[in-house]
């Protein structure tokens, strides 16, 4: 038996459902605001580049991502839905956002705490020196 292909594209116009589906399923619930569907679909809409990955045709992954197309790009969402974990997904989400921004931006993000470790094992580089204020509301 062979596994679907997984098929990855842009989609500015993603439907919040849909993300907020991939949220819970990949276990990213518990940080986002997956109960207050305006604001996730303002995530989506402010967002500079939605990059999806689909296996027949339905949503298992996303990488949402703010960037200025020049120099920088920050990762906001990585999620990979529970059920499609383990098939190189999210690294096809990073190679995916990282060719669509281009050679002259550098990628950074925030780790959740449970996906630390798949970061490491993907080889991507840590930084020392950042910062953060964490929301307030």
Do not use: N
Request: net charge neutral.
């Amino acid at each position: 038996m062979s596994v679907p292909a997984i098929a990855y594209g842009i989609e500015p116009d993603l439907d919040a459902a849909e993300f907020r589906r991939v949220l819970i399923e990949s276990g990213l619930a518990v940080r986002r605001p997956i109960d207050d569907p305006s604001r996730l679909a303002r995530m989506l809409a402010q967002a500079d580049l939605v990059v999806t990955a689909r296996r027949d045709g339905d949503l298992v992954g996303i990488a949402r991502t703010l960037t200025d197309f020049a120099f920088c790009a920050y990762l906001s969402d990585l999620a990979v839905s529970r059920s499609a974990q383990g098939l190189r997904i999210g690294r096809g989400l990073i190679a995916a956002t990282r060719a669509a921004v281009g050679p002259q931006v550098s990628l950074l993000l925030t780790a959740a705490p449970g996906a630390v470790t798949f970061y490491d094992q993907i080889g991507m580089p840590r930084v020392a020196d950042a910062f953060r204020y964490d929301r307030e509301a």
